[in-house]
């Protein structure tokens, strides 16, 4: 797989973070970027994940970074432990980077990967521990000592990560409270300016992830999934991909609710809908209102696909 590495000054920086825009955290990133290559491309994904909730910010930047173009650097910035031990990361995945906390925020960006080039999709059963993976290959020292649970995943065939560890791509003075501003954005502005991923720290074999539960396909075909992700405008997005979806006419079950077949759109309906979202997701909505709301549901509930059987006579 390719390096995305070379100099580009209007090189595309994402930026994704619990900020807000009420107070200047945002602006104040993006003064850093811009101090270091006033050519840089920047563009918001959103500012408005929930505080502190690092598992909306990754399923967020999963549904986002591809339609990207190529050399991409994503900043994503949640980091309920900032100022610990938990480490800095740079990923290298061949077409883009992502820059950002250690804590699980690249976990479904992870997981895309894996499954895309066929390694173990379910990451529930595939994380590692720590304290084994720093033995890996004589590599105990490129490994940090992550703040909270000490759980990773192997990085997928042909991508790279390496440790933020560098302190003169930092700013002069490093917050204990404000990692954004002080080594994040800077990074960000020096891989745009070509400067080699190694130069930036050791190697990482692995990359903490919080365990993303894949779909269960029954005995008798039927799919058992959960819900993945609330959106903004209350619609359930489950774990259940479109193209994994039983063939014919199906019941989707959720929360005791039972919804007959998928439509196409939101519209045209006042009752719950059940339809592949533009994420590739299956989604409960309610059009005119809030899925959540209407049912009770949230992360973490089980849904149920079936495929509408005949009844016998």
């Known amino acids: 797989m390719g390096s995305v590495r070379g100099p580009d000054r209007r090189r595309v920086i994402s930026i994704l973070t619990d900020f807000g825009t009420v107070d200047g955290y945002v602006a104040a990133m993006k003064g850093v970027i811009l101090g270091l290559n006033p050519y840089a491309t920047l563009v918001d994904i959103t500012h408005q994940v929930p505080p502190q909730d690092v598992r909306f910010g990754a399923f967020v930047l999963h549904t986002v970074h591809r339609y990207f173009p190529p050399g991409t650097v994503h900043l994503a910035v949640v980091d309920p432990g900032v100022g610990t031990e938990r480490a800095g990361v740079i990923l290298d995945t061949g077409s ?20 895309m080039v066929g ?38 065939d042909g991508w790279r990560a390496v ?7 930092w700013l002069a003075d490093v917050s204990t409270t404000f990692h954004g501003r002080d080594i994040f954005a800077p990074v960000a502005a020096h891989l745009t300016l070509g400067e080699p991923l190694e130069s930036f720290g050791p190697p990482i074999p692995v990359l903490r992830s919080f365990p993303i ?30 193209e994994s979806l039983p063939r014919g006419q199906v019941v989707v079950e959720l929360a005791g609710r039972r919804l007959q ?7 045209g309906s006042s009752d719950l809908v059940a339809l592949v979202g533009s994420s590739g997701y299956l989604e409960i909505a309610l059009p005119g209102g809030s899925a959540q709301a209407e049912t009770g549901a949230g992360v973490g509930t089980p849904v149920r696909v079936a495929v509408r059987r005949q009844s016998s006579h």
């Not at 250690?102 to 990967?113: C, K, M, Q, R, T």
């Not at 440790?163 to 791509?169: Q, S």
């Not at 539960?213 to 479109?242: A, K, M, S, Y």
Request: net charge negative; hydrophobic share 35%; proline share 8%.
């Open 213 to 242: 539960q894949e779909p269960r396909r029954l005995p008798n075909g039927d799919l058992e999934g959960e819900v993945l992700h609330v959106d903004r405008f209350g619609n359930l997005i489950t774990n259940l991909r479109g």
């Open 261 to 267: 077949g998928l439509r196409a759109t939101y519209a």
């Open 119 to 156: 390694q173990v999709e379910d990451l529930g059963s595939s994380l590692l521990d720590l304290s084994d993976a720093g033995t890996r290959g004589g590599e105990a020292s490129s490994v940090p000592r992550a703040h909270g649970p000490e759980r990773a995943v192997p990085l997928p």
């Open 163 to 169: 440790r933020i560890a560098e302190p003169r791509f």
């Open 96 to 115: 883009s980077l992502f820059v950002g906390p250690d804590n699980g925020l690249l976990s479904f960006v992870l997981a895309e990967g894996r499954r």
